[in-house]
């Protein structure tokens, strides 16, 4: 079964400052990668996804991710964070089934930006 | 373009009682997955369908829970009789499932508090 992890519960960064999030993953075939945000109160908005091809994705407010199979990760990258990135952040495996991609989710970071 | 609609936002209720969560996926997408996140066992994934028939279920925690997807714009999920433990917040998402590749869209969650 496949399987998802953060490392880091809680991460503070300074506005301006660059941010890296870990994701582990275990899975047997290709994976199919994820990155979800949630702000308080709201659901889960994608910020970008891998499915192949070039391992350096772009995603939505300027994040991007590697994915690097010999390490098994997909760490999500910001090279200068805002005050309203703060929120919590899910990295997600994808198992292909007969009706789509069952995720699994990692147990997210949760991100503080100090003024 | 509207997003995953769920209904009611919030729903308190006393335990014993039926609770019914609703869901309408985005136009044009075949599947639909609920899942369900606590502090204690993050987002889970419960069931999913796909054209409207139900593919796995196997992570829906006991007979108590039951899903339908009576049509393609419309899913329900009904906890019957509901207890303290149910409180939890449950999202609906959909996706459009080609045969390898989907991303799912989630909706903004119903908070269910089970007194």
């Known amino acids: 079964a496949q399987s998802v992890t953060q490392p880091d519960i809680h991460i503070t960064v300074s506005e301006g400052a660059s941010l890296e999030l870990r994701c582990n993953y275990s899975y047997g075939a290709t994976p199919y990668l994820f990155w979800y945000v949630q702000s308080p109160g709201q659901g889960l908005q994608l910020l970008l996804k891998?499915?192949?091809?070039?391992?350096l994705v772009q995603g939505i407010k300027g994040f991007e991710a590697e994915f690097k199979r010999s390490q098994s990760s997909f760490n999500l990258r910001k090279p200068s964070v805002h005050w309203s990135d703060a929120a919590e952040y899910f990295c997600a495996v994808g198992a292909l089934t007969g009706g789509g991609n069952k995720l699994t989710f990692g147990t997210g970071t949760q991100l503080k930006v100090e003024l | 373009d509207a997003g995953v609609i769920q209904s009611p936002r919030h729903e308190v209720t006393e335990m014993g009682q039926e609770v019914t969560l609703r869901c309408k996926p985005i136009?044009?997408?075949?599947?639909l997955f609920w899942y369900r996140q606590t502090m204690m066992r993050g987002l889970e994934l419960l069931i999913y369908?796909?054209?409207?028939?139900?593919?796995?279920d196997s992570g829906m925690p006991e007979d108590r829970f039951s899903a339908k997807m009576p049509n393609a714009s419309f899913s329900t999920l009904k906890i019957q009789p509901s207890e303290p433990r149910d409180s939890a917040v449950y999202f609906c998402?959909?996706?459009?499932?080609?045969?390898?590749?989907?991303?799912?869209?989630f909706g903004p969650g119903t908070r269910l508090t089970v007194l």
């Open positions: 891998y499915f192949s091809g070039d391992t």
């Open positions: 369908f796909n054209n409207n028939v139900p593919i796995d």
């Open positions: 998402a959909s996706s459009f499932f080609q045969g390898s590749t989907d991303t799912q869209y």
């Open positions: 136009s044009g997408h075949n599947s």
